[in-house]
């Protein structure tokens, strides 16, 4: 049977429940389709989950990496962050890549990557080895999030975009879980090489199995050349663009800043926790970011802006942020449950990939993805290693009787400030937006 190639759906039926679309009936061949369209989407959505994981697993791994390479946190910071600097720079070009190659190939490539930068991290016997496997990740798994916006463009209607958008969030924050709370006992019970090594193994399996179940795909054609560059041209001219994406930028802060490194050392110092337990507020961001997504995109279509979904979502983000971080008044667990209440807020940034992508044609998802998750992700080029510095800098030079650095609660408070500062700075900028609905 020769498969009909995803960017050839329109409308497939393959969520049909979920999207309330209704249309003819529907004969054997529209839904063999529609499960080979269902097949491409899962597909995306297992690399983007393996993807978050590359990505994430460091932030469990802060006391191992410290200690096998005599590392303090900046240096952790840095080369942990040194993944977001690839990862920035290849947004724009993989989103126009696939714009004109489709998905398939891409992620088989970029997953092959990935799998070897886990490898190269898990084998790593200085701290330089370190670098270029982050590197090495950032620059594959930048592909990731794209992949699955441009697939969810070419299978659904417009209006649904952002919800799918979300469930993609969602499916990151699996990941998340798995990279965080989850390998915090792994690590402790096989060490975190060996765990490393199995999963750029799985990264493989991943790699073989979208080479063969991944339809290829066609492109429209309506990306000929002379217009390869025309999306990003829409987009760098448009101030709101601009805005549109510091907020994304800065609305990720709870999960690049928190969950994917500090989060779980300032938990573990706040409450005397272990490590395991600590990293449980990682998982519970994770987690609320992606329910946070979906429900933001529900808000969007009840009040039918983007822009006032995330100025009220935002005051829910700042308040329990300050409440999650300063308050003395709190419990471990009270704790965990606000950085979750602030991670649903902070899942109001993925409307920004909403937003931008109105403002090209629709055949230019990636471009506009890439361009958006550009912004994002840069807040982990810049925070993480920020942060790091800001720590060593309070610190002051005092150790820990084993010689170790030694931080306290009150200099994550101090550096956490300015975190919420510039997420406040950013929200104040949407103000000045100029939102285009759906067409």
């Known amino acids: 049977m020769i498969l009909t190639p995803i960017y050839d759906i329109k409308y497939p039926v393959i969520m049909g429940y979920i999207l ?52 303090n946190a900046s240096q952790v910071g840095t080369i942990i962050s040194t993944l977001y600097i690839s990862y920035g720079i290849m947004q724009i070009p993989w989103g126009i890549i696939i714009d004109k190659l489709g998905c398939r190939l891409v992620i088989f490539t970029t997953c092959v990557i990935c799998s070897l930068g886990v490898l190269l991290f898990g084998v790593a016997t200085a701290s330089w080895h370190l670098v270029v496997a982050r590197l090495l990740i950032g620059f594959s798994s930048a592909t990731a999030y794209l992949a699955c916006g441009k697939i969810i463009s070419e299978m659904l209607p417009t209006n649904k975009y952002a919800l799918f958008m979300g469930f993609t969030m969602f499916v990151g924050g699996i990941g998340g879980v798995l990279g965080s709370s989850a390998t915090a006992g792994l690590v402790s019970a096989f060490g975190w090489r060996q765990l490393t090594c199995v999963m750029a193994i799985i990264g493989i399996a991943i790699s073989v199995l979208t080479f ?63 490590n395991s337990l600590a990293s449980i507020c990682s998982a519970v961001i994770f987690i609320g970011c992606g329910i946070g997504s979906i429900l933001a995109a529900k808000v969007a279509e009840k009040l039918n802006s983007n822009k006032k979904t995330i100025i009220l979502f935002s005051i829910g983000l700042i308040l329990s942020f ?23 807020f902070a899942g109001a940034g993925t409307l920004a990939f909403d937003m931008t992508y109105k403002y090209v044609p629709s055949n230019f998802a990636g471009t506009s993805t890439g361009y958006t998750n550009m912004f994002v992700m840069g807040g982990g080029v810049i925070f993480q290693p920020l942060l790091g510095y800001l720590l060593d800098f309070l610190r002051n030079g005092k150790v820990n009787p084993d010689g170790s650095p030694m931080y306290d609660v009150v200099m994550y408070r101090s550096a956490f400030l300015c975190a919420i500062v510039f997420i406040i700075i950013s929200v104040i900028g949407m103000f000045f937006v100029k939102e285009k609905k759906s067409v």
């Open 212 to 274: 063969i179940f991944l339809p290829k795909q066609t492109v429209k054609q309506t990306n000929e050349k002379g217009r390869t560059l025309e999306g990003l041209k829409l987009l760098v001219t448009n101030p709101s663009c601009w805005l549109i994406g510091l907020f994304g930028c800065m609305a990720n802060l709870p999960v690049v800043a928190v969950a994917e490194l500090w989060g779980t050392p300032f938990m573990q110092i706040r409450f005397g926790v272990s």
């Open 322 to 344: 300050l409440t999650a971080v300063y308050s003395d008044t709190i419990g471990f667990w009270t704790g965990i449950a606000l950085f979750g209440l602030c991670s649903i």
């Open 20 to 71: 309330d679309i209704r249309g003819s009936q529907m004969d054997k061949n529209a839904v063999a389709t529609a499960k080979v369209s269902f097949l491409a989407i899962i597909i995306s959505w297992v690399f983007y989950l393996f993807s978050y994981f590359s990505r994430v697993e460091p932030c469990v791994l802060v006391d191992n990496l410290m200690q096998d390479f005599s590392l």
